[in-house]
Nanobody, 131 residues
Framework: QVQLVESGGGSVQAGGSLRLSCAAS????????MAWFRQAPGKEREGLAS???????TYADSVKGRFTISQDRVKKTLYLQMDNLKPEDTAIYYC?????????????????????????WGQGTQVTVSS
């Protein structure tokens, strides 16, 4: 089982920036999707951004142009750069991962922002944006 540990959350004023990090204990395989989700009180967990092992990225409309997902494969770390933050971005942010033995298997996966794709989750980090 892969351990994912998020960090970098905190409190910021509207218009500010934060960078979240997610350290993976290992990459089970070289082929994967990794993603960032968030969950606000009383709401469903929402997929924000994903990155494939081949570098392809996907963003939700709600964060496109403001958030950027990236990775450092040497450090086994996933990042989420969040700019122009808004009060509605307040939530617990989670990273998630799904690994595959082959690239062919990864290519078959659909909906990289769907919660059901992922079977490895971090514990979450709180982000609070004040107006």
């Amino acid at each position: 089982q892969v351990q994912l540990v998020e960090s970098g959350g905190g409190s910021v004023q509207a218009g500010g920036s934060l960078r979240l990090s997610c350290a993976a204990s290992t990459y089970t395989y070289n082929h994967y999707y990794m993603a960032w989700f968030r969950q606000a009180p009383g709401k469903e967990r929402e997929g924000l951004a994903s990155i494939c092992s081949d570098g392809r990225t996907t963003y939700a409309d709600s964060v496109k142009g403001r958030f950027t997902i990236s990775q450092d494969r040497v450090k086994k770390t996933l990042y989420l750069q969040m700019d122009n933050l808004k009060p509605e971005d307040t939530a617990i942010y989670y990273c998630a991962a799904r690994y595959a033995a082959t690239y062919a298997a990864v290519r078959q996966w659909r909906s990289p922002l769907a919660r059901t794709l992922y079977n490895n989750w971090g514990q979450g980090t709180q982000v609070t944006v004040s107006s």
